[in-house]
Structure formats: structure tokens, C-alpha cells
T-cell receptor
Framework: DAKTTQPTSMDCAEGRAANLPCNHS???????VYWYRQIHSQGPQYIIH???NNETNEMASLIITEDRKSSTLILPHATLRDTAVYYC?????????FGQGTRLTINP | GAGVSQSPSNKVTEKGKDVELRCDPI?????LYWYRQRLGQGLEFLIY????????KSGLPSDRFSAERTGESVSTLTIQRTQQEDSAVYLC??????????????FGEGSWLTVV
């Protein structure tokens, strides 16, 4: 079973920042927080990951709380193509266990 | 190729027939994973390979499902005597090494299977 909890759905206006929260209260010390997204049942696309520090790449920023029990994925200027299901995952040693994710809809 | 490659991209088969789905992982990736996703549902883990061995087969739904990997590269997922409930997209993924947190897993675009 997935160990993370996310809101089922969110809406965001095009051009605004989309902030997607995730709770991972049972995360262990060596587990990373990973974010993937899936568009129309295409293969999941890797977005970003982090352990303790905040991370930024060309797609998004990841903010991890100091106690590591929650995180926020930030898409700084959302576009219509960012409409997708976003998955937050605690990744330990082996496989990824996907929950239901957050269905993010970007509105024009 | 640069990414995980899967074939066929689409397959329609008659109930009771066997199907084989192929996955070419990213070159040099020693870990390979198969997932299944039914329409409108989440991803279900099926099986995981490290090299050519499969230490975790816990997600295979029945003995009609099997998978093998050869040459620490290509993997084949075989479904025997297909049933309509097998209709789904079958996703393959690979990662550089096994057992290392922070080891990013990359997915292919999937093989869509429709059993009629």
C-alpha cells in the first residue's frame, strides 16, 4: 500500500503557481521523496526527488519540511500541458508504490 | 535508445490467446520493473528484476502471468490464456541499480492490451 496521502484533485489557473501537497508521515531516514506525473495514461514521467533539502530543476521545485513528514511540489508557472495526475512517493530500496495521486487541472 | 522502449504499443487479442510484451530498458540499467494499470485505475506493481533474476514477483496476479529477462537487458512479460480482465496498459520501467534509495526509476510509454 502507498504510504503517502495527497488531495484527490486540485485546480489551478494557467500562468499561476501550482502547489501540490503531500503527507508522508511514515517516511524513514533513508527514503527519498519522489514526484512523478502521468498524462492520459502515458508512462509516468519523473519530475523531481529529494531527501532533506529543497530541490529545484527545470520542471519544478520541491519543498520538504524539516521533519520530512510532508512536502510540496511547486510548478511555478502552470500551463495547460501540466494537467495530469501527480504522484508523491516515498522511495526506499526497491520498487515504487503508487497511490492514487492528485489530479491537477490547469484552467485557461 | 535514450529511454525505456516497449513493444507492441498496442495489442488486441482474443480471449484465451497468449500474448508477449517486450521491454528494452535504458542501456546499463540493471533493475527492471513491470507495472499494470487498468483504465482509470492506479499503477499495480507486478514484478521486479535485478539483472536476470526476479527477487520480487509478489505482484503477479496469477500463474497465467510470467516474466523473464535475458542478458541483463530485454524483458518479456507473458500472459497465457488471456482474460478480459487482463485488458490494461502494461508499463515497464528501469533504474541504474537496485537497492539504492535515490535511484531514479524511468518508465516506458506502455503496451496497451485489449482482450476481446
Amino acid at each position: 500500500d502507498a504510504k503517502t496521502t495527497q488531495p484527490t484533485s486540485m485546480d489551478c489557473a494557467e500562468g499561476r503557481a501550482a502547489n501540490l501537497p503531500c503527507n508522508h508521515s511514515t517516511i524513514s531516514g533513508n527514503e527519498y521523496v519522489y514526484w512523478y506525473r502521468q498524462i492520459h495514461s502515458q508512462g509516468p514521467q519523473y519530475i523531481i526527488h529529494g531527501l532533506k533539502n529543497n530541490e529545484t530543476n527545470e520542471m519544478a521545485s520541491l519543498i520538504i519540511t524539516e521533519d520530512r513528514k510532508s512536502s510540496t511540489l511547486i510548478l511555478p508557472h502552470a500551463t495547460l500541458r501540466d494537467t495530469a495526475v501527480y504522484y508523491c512517493i516515498d522511495q526506499g530500496a526497491q520498487k515504487l508504490v503508487f497511490g492514487q495521486g492528485t489530479r491537477l487541472t490547469i484552467n485557461p | 535508445g535514450a529511454g525505456v522502449s516497449q513493444s507492441p504499443s498496442n495489442k488486441v487479442t482474443e480471449k484465451g490467446k497468449d500474448v508477449e510484451l517486450r521491454c528494452d530498458p535504458i542501456s546499463g540499467h540493471t533493475a527492471l520493473y513491470w507495472y499494470r494499470q487498468r483504465l482509470g485505475q492506479g499503477l499495480e506493481f507486478l514484478i521486479y528484476f535485478q539483472g536476470n533474476s526476479a527477487p520480487d514477483k509478489s505482484g503477479l496476479p496469477s500463474d497465467r502471468f510470467s516474466a523473464e529477462r535475458t542478458g541483463e537487458s530485454v524483458s518479456t512479460l507473458t500472459i497465457q490464456r488471456t482474460q478480459q480482465e487482463d485488458s490494461a496498459v502494461y508499463l515497464c520501467a528501469s533504474s541504474l541499480v537496485r537497492g539504492l534509495p535515490g535511484n531514479t526509476i524511468y518508465f516506458g510509454e506502455g503496451s496497451w492490451l485489449t482482450v476481446v
